[in-house]
């Protein structure tokens, strides 16, 4: 049982080089996200959707672009990374907000040099 | 907006009785949760606490809920180093729709 899975888990770019992060989960949910961590910020919401074909800005969304075509499936796009984007981004799901749980993937740490 | 403020730091020995605190700003938030993070690890979720409640106990996990201040904080009895992580509290937004993280705070145990 994989829950969610990230790729790549480590990736350097150079500033104004362009990216995806895939976020894959097995388990039907309807809702992903993706955060980002930094030190001293905690977990910022970028971007989520709550369906497929559906997506939503969060608190961080400049510099991102996402896309949820399939159900199972959320990407995460940096057009022209910034050093201000190297940060650990995590994915993750969740079947119902209301319970609160939502599963996390291992997360993808990107250096922007 | 939604805003969840905690402390960054907290340093105890092993056996001793930890206490993470956090305050929340959206009172609408139907549940308050705690997530925890260990090294190189993703969140998993911890506990909650449905917000029309004061208290939930949780074998060594007590959660304490003050809606009027606004404040939550989670007590971890018999601490071991096992317990030595990064805790976040966390609060819905106001749409419903995703979570809002506190900053985190790192706990570290002593033998």
């Known amino acids: 049982n994989a829950g969610v899975t990230q790729t790549p888990k480590f990736r350097v770019l150079k500033t104004g080089q362009s990216m995806t992060l895939l976020c894959a989960q097995d388990?039907?949910?309807?809702?992903m996200y993706w955060y980002r961590q930094d030190p001293g910020m905690g977990l910022r919401l970028i971007h989520y959707s709550v369906g497929e074909g559906t997506t939503a800005k969060g608190e961080v969304p400049d510099g991102y672009n996402v896309s949820r075509l399939k159900k199972q499936n959320f990407l995460l796009g940096l057009e022209s990374a910034a050093p201000s984007q190297t940060s650990v981004y995590f994915c993750?799901?969740?079947?119902?907000?209301?319970?609160?749980?939502?599963?996390f993937g291992e997360g993808s740490r990107l250096t922007v040099l | 907006g939604e805003d969840v403020e905690q402390s960054l730091f907290l340093s105890v020995r092993e056996g001793d009785s930890s206490v993470i605190n956090c305050t929340y700003t959206d009172s609408s938030s139907t549940y308050l949760y705690w997530y925890k993070q260990e090294p190189g690890a993703g969140l998993q979720l911890l506990t909650y606490?449905?917000?029309?409640?004061d208290m939930k106990q949780d074998q060594r996990l007590t959660v304490l809920l003050n809606k009027k201040d606004k404040h939550l904080s989670l007590r971890i009895a018999d601490t071991q180093t096992g317990d030595s992580a990064i805790y976040f509290c966390a609060e819905s937004n106001q749409a419903g729709t995703a979570l809002i993280f506190g900053k985190g705070t790192t706990l570290s145990v002593s033998s």
């Open positions: 606490i449905f917000s029309n409640m």
């Open positions: 388990m039907n949910h309807e809702y």
């Open positions: 993750a799901s969740s079947y119902s907000l209301f319970t609160g749980e939502l599963f």
